[in-house]
Structures are given as structure tokens and as C-alpha cells.
């Protein structure tokens, strides 16, 4: 049916790299014409970035409602948190251990100055009173004060400001809470509720299916309104991290992928196959939550996986598991301790690990630039000037963002099909055979 | 002699009315105004220190003279429609003072800071550019202390304990033990000597107008990951035209000139609009 194949068309991965590279073109090509069509492709950006609220707390409470009320799922749960943390300090270690190793603040004086000079540019010079009164504010930033930040007082508040974190810790606490409500024989309340948020989280995900059909006209305009507005020498001055970071990330994906396929059917490029298109969606949509559904799907009819066991994992390990994050951190610590001298000590390395992944969970559910903040919690203790590498990443963010977010949803994905492999005996089935 | 006066009133009215004339021909040439001789003589003499202030007067890479300062001095030229001539010989800001006194410049513009001492020796027009005074902060050593930009007013303003480089015998050496009364306060010989100490690490901060604060990082370009700008918005430099105590006129004159003339006063901009 016609239908049918333009659908299959639109999603076919190798469309949305010729709309990428079509976009490419127009934006070299014609740069106003770029700056017009980037209207379009934030208006795509919206749109996705509507159901991802929706989404994540759909997901989460369903999905930790299950964990909590059905045996099969509870036992699954150590194992998650197990591979969590096992994976983040992986990554978090390996980047360290990389950025030792490759130096990627081991800046030419030239590329000081460029970097320099940029970040003069982008701040205000600082201005004070010097005879006023000034009150010894004790702002200390304890942990305390970060969980009182964090606890929503009012739901609907934390909704309507796009209190991401607040919004995690309310679903999490709901779906806990819903699940460990007794069933009692006959009463269907419970089930209701959860039935009531599965169907949420279904129409939301049809949605983004939708929206996601139409993605390679979008990456045209997306791609075409970037290349129209690049700015190039801070870049190319801070080339070294960004390839390392993708030259490296990249080399991750393919090691998760080669671990996963060992000894399946379709092998390591049956599985690639069918992680292109998840991954390519969440490259080029920088939306973890969006692409939280592609991916489901994908676990679901390619993998041919248990949907409750699907539906239940991926949430939760979308939200805790904040890979590409940590990776990146990690990496830019390295640079930033090189672009400063910092002495590194054996205990400085150990505090970075555990800060790096600490800091890449303060960046549940959130991505994008806004996240950076959080890498103060890092660079602060070990006497690096924060202030002057925010402005550095806040610039490179446009290029590297797409990589975080493939990272996060590709290694997720790998964990969740690896645990399913590994611990799902209900099934038995083989990846790429039908059940 | 009263007799001939009372008999000859028309003659004696006459005489005097000639005398008063001579008179005040007289008075009027002695109160010349400035603005005429300068006309009269065909060229402005403007008073400008021995060596060249970027971005005030200076020698740019074509070789011209150029500058805020000589654009003023333009200014005022192209108004009286006459030419100029720079007297530099002043080797220092305070040298200026004695010439315009003694009438051998018509006025000074040039980076003159107007101060109440100078004030009592010559008249200052309208303040045309005012620079604040400024720090530069080692952001290393601000993070190893754990102070990030909102803590900087309690760390400067209350009981600063701090290095701060300064210029022996310079007003920042005098501003520095008023405004930081328990910092140590550290003098070198020259400018080059203070920036060089703060760059290297040696200071926890640095001390002058803003101008020269901004070019350091301007002519050190990979100094600003290193060296933190703070500009203290409540202690003012102004910089003034000069002119001698009596010319009243030609003092009005000039602030009207520089009301009516577009003066950059954005110490940034001013580095960017005037190139080295």
C-alpha cells in the first residue's frame, strides 16, 4: 500500500542521513535561506520536547509500579540498579582514564588565546560596589539544601515550571507507592490507575511516532539553519576534546554492540542495524525522552522482547542511566585540570569518578546546555575556575549534545537488551528470532 | 583751571569723551579672548605628555597620529578653523600643569585625570570620558578559596587580606592602602613589571584604571583564562580638558564642543574603535 511505503520511506535511516546531508548543502549553500528555514526546525523541537513530560512520567510511575507489584519484575530491579552503576562508573573511570591519557587540554598558546578571547566576549566584565555594605551570606551549598531544591512542594507547580528533577522524584515516589498498594481481590482501583498512565504514556509515544515520521524534513531545516550559523575558531581550538569525545564515544557504542551480539543469530551487524535507527533519532533530535519510545519500540518488534519486561526497563533506565552525560563530564574534567596545571593526586582521581557520576545523575531527565551547571560540583572542590570552562562548553554544546544523547539512549538500550538475554528466561527467545 | 573748564564745557566733554575711548580701546585689547588669538594666530598649541597613551594619542601601524584625544583636539581645530601644533614636552601628566598656566598651550587634552590639587591651578572642563578603577583577580587562586563571582564584594570588601600589584608612586598605590587597609599592598617599578607578576601567578590581584585593566587582557590574549576583570563602579577617575584659570569663555566654548561630539566613552569599544 502506498501508505505503507512512505511511511517505510520516512523512517528508513538512510533518509534522514540524505535529509542531514541535503540540509548540509542549503545551509552552505544559501546561508539566508538557512536562517529562514530555522524557524521550522525549532518549531519541530517543540513539538517533540511537549511529549516528554508525558512521557517521562508516565513511563517512570508505570513502570516502577510494576517493579514494585510484580514479583517476575522485582527481582529484575537489583539487577538494574547493579548494571546502573556498574556501566556509570564504567564510563566514568574510562573517560578519566582516556583524558589522562590523550590530553585534550593540552591547548597550543594560540588556541589559549582563541579560547581566551572568546570567553571575553561572551562575559560582562564584573562590576562591584566597593562601599556598600555587604552581608556575610552563607550561601553554602550542602547537600541538604539540594534535596529541599529537589522535593516538590506542589506538583502541579514543579509541572507547569519544567522542574525536571521534582517531576523524577514525584513520579518516582507515585509509582513506588502505587505499586505496594495491596491488591485486594476484586478491586480494580489500582489497576486502573496504572492502566490510566500506560495508556498516557501509549498516545504520547504514538505521537512522537508521528512526529518522528516527519523528521527528515525537519533535519533539513535543523541541519541547514546550524551549518548557516556556525561559528567556527572556538571550535576548531577545542577540536581535540570534541574528538576525542566522538572518536571515543563512538568506539563505546561499537564495544557495547559487539558485547550484546556475541554469539546471536544476526550478529554484530544484525544488531547495528537495528540500533541505527534509535540511535540516529536521538542524535538528531537530542531528545532522550523522544527517543525513549523509538527505541522501546525497537526492543520490542526487532529484538522481539517481553513488552511488560521492555516497558518496565527502559524508563527507569533512561532516566537513572545518564551514560553519555557521564562520559563527557568526565572528559571535560580531564581538560579543564590540563588547561589549568592542576596537580592531579591519586585522591583527586578517585573524587572525580565518584563526582562525575554523581553529577551526571543531577542530570535525570533533563538534557541539553542547562545541564552543565552541574559540573561545578566537580570542578569546584578541585580548585578549577568553573566559570570560564562554563562559557567554553556552553559554546561547543551545539555539537556535542547529539552524541551525549546517543550515547545515553544507545547504552541503555544495549543494557537493557543484555539483562534481557542474560536473566529473561520466560521467553527463551534468541535476538532475531520470533517468538 | 576751574574757571577755563566751567567756560569751555563742550571742549573739556569732548576730551574726556576721547580719553574714555582710548580707554576702552585699550581694556579691549588687554581682554583679547583666547579664541581671537588663536585665530589671529592661525594654529591651535595643544598640550600632550612626551610619550604616546593608547588609546588617547598615539602612533597607529600607518604611522598616523591618532587617538580620542587628537580627535578632540581635531575637533576644536576644524571649529575655530585653524590648524594645530602638539607641544609635547611634558614628560609627565603633572608637567602639563605649569605650561598652561604660563600660557605656552592653550589647553591640555591629554589623559589628564582631574584631581582637586590640579583644580586649584586651572580650570577643568566637564569630565568627557571617566574611567572607574579596576582589579584583576587570579581566578585560580578564587577557586582554590572557593570564591565564585557572587562572593567577590564580600572578599574585597570586607577585611581583604590579599596581594594587590600597584605602581610605586602612582595614585593606585595611595588608592590601594585607603581602599584595602589590610591587604599587602605590593610596588613595582613599572607597569610592565605588575602585569607580568599577575599573569605569572604571583598576585592574588592587580590594580589600576579600567582602561589599562582591559588592554592587559586585550595585549595578553590568553591571559583572560587566568585573570579575572573586576571593575569597582563606585571609585571614579574623571579625565578633563585643562585650560588656563581666566579663560572662562574658551572654557565654555570647549564643553560645548565636547556636548556636541560623539565621545565613545565604553572603555571596551574605545579599545576596538581606535586600532594599534
Known sequence: ?435 | MSIWLVKNKVKVLLIMFVFQSIQLGFAQSGNTSIIEKIQQRGYLIVGMTASDQYPFYYINSLGKFDGLDVDIAKKVASKLEVDIQYNREARSFNGLIPLVVNRDIDFVVSKLSRTLARAKLVNYTEPYIIFRQALLLNRIKLAQAGISEHKIPTLLANNFTGDIGVIENSSYERYAKINFPSANVISYHTWEQVVEAGITGQLFSVYRDELEILKVIKENPSSNLTLKPVVLSDQTDPIAIAVHPAEHHFLAYLNIVLDEMYIEKDIKKLLTLYKQ
Open chain 1, 1 to 435: 500500500m502506498f501508505k505503507n511505503s512512505v511511511i517505510r520511506v520516512l523512517t528508513n535511516p538512510m533518509t534522514s542521513i540524505l535529509a542531514m546531508v541535503l540540509g548540509g548543502l542549503i545551509g552552505f549553500a544559501n546561508n539566508e535561506l538557512g536562517v529562514k528555514l530555522s524557524v521550522y526546525g525549532e518549531m519541530y523541537q517543540l513539538l517533540l520536547k511537549m511529549t516528554v513530560i508525558p512521557i517521562l512520567v508516565s513511563a517512570v510511575i508505570t513502570s516502577l509500579g510494576r517493579f514494585v507489584s510484580d514479583y517476575s519484575m522485582k527481582k529484575m530491579l537489583g539487577k538494574i540498579v547493579f548494571a546502573l552503576v556498574l556501566f556509570s562508573f564504567i564510563y566514568s573511570i574510562v573517560g578519566i582514564g582516556i583524558g589522562y591519557i590523550f590530553r585534550p587540554g593540552d591547548l597550543s598558546e594560540e588556541d589559549r588565546s582563541i579560547v581566551s578571547e572568546q570567553i571575553s566576549l561572551q562575559s560582562e566584565v564584573f562590576n562591584m560596589e566597593l562601599e556598600t555594605i555587604v552581608e556575610e551570606s552563607s550561601q553554602q551549598k550542602e547537600i541538604i539544601d539540594f534535596l529541599l531544591f529537589v522535593i516538590p512542594a506542589n506538583i502541579f507547580e514543579a509541572l507547569s515550571e519544567n522542574h525536571i528533577l521534582a517531576i523524577l522524584v514525584f513520579s518516582i515516589l507515585f509509582g513506588l507507592a502505587l505499586g505496594a498498594v495491596p491488591k485486594k481481590k476484586g478491586q480494580k482501583i489500582q489497576s486502573f490507575v496504572i492502566i490510566f498512565f500506560l495508556e498516557i504514556y501509549s498516545v504520547f509515544s504514538n505521537m512522537v511516532k508521528y512526529i518522528i515520521m516527519v523528521l527528515p524534513f525537519a533535519l533539513i531545516c535543523i541541519v541547514s539553519s546550524e551549518i548557516a550559523n556556525s561559528g567556527v575558531s572556538l571550535v576548531l581550538s577545542s577540536g581535540k576534546l570534541i574528538a576525542i569525545f566522538y572518536i571515543f564515544g563512538t568506539l563505546l557504542m561499537i564495544i557495547n554492540t559487539i558485547f550484546l551480539s556475541m554469539g546471536t543469530k544476526v550478529g554484530f551487524f544484525g544488531v547495528t542495524k537495528y540500533m541505527l535507527y534509535p540511535s540516529l533519532v536521538a542524535f538528531t533530535t537530542r531528545n532522550s525522552i523522544a527517543s525513549m519510545s523509538i527505541a522501546i519500540d525497537v526492543l520490542k518488534d526487532k529484538f522481539k522482547f517481553n513488552h511488560k519486561y521492555v516497558q518496565s526497563t527502559m524508563p527507569l533506565l533512561m532516566v537513572l542511566g545518564r551514560f553519555g552525560n557521564i562520559f563527557y563530564f568526565a572528559l571535560v574534567s580531564m581538560f579543564a585540570i590540563q588547561l589549568y596545571y592542576v596537580q592531579l593526586s591519586a585522591g583527586m582521581i578517585v573524587f572525580l569518578c565518584i563526582a562525575v557520576v554523581l553529577a551526571g545523575l543531577a542530570t535525570s531527565g533533563a538534557n541539553g546546555f542547562a545541564t552543565l551547571g552541574v559540573l561545578s560540583i566537580v570542578m569546584e572542590p578541585i580548585g578549577v575556575p568553573f566559570e570560564t570552562i562554563l562559557v567554553i562548553l556552553l559554546i561547543i554544546d551545539t555539537i556535542v549534545d547529539p552524541l551525549r544523547t546517543t550515547l545515553i539512549v544507545h547504552t541503555n538500550t544495549i543494557i537493557s537488551a543484555l539483562l534481557h538475554r542474560f536473566f529473561i528466561k520466560e521467553t527463551e527467545t534468541k535476538i532475531g528470532e520470533s517468538s
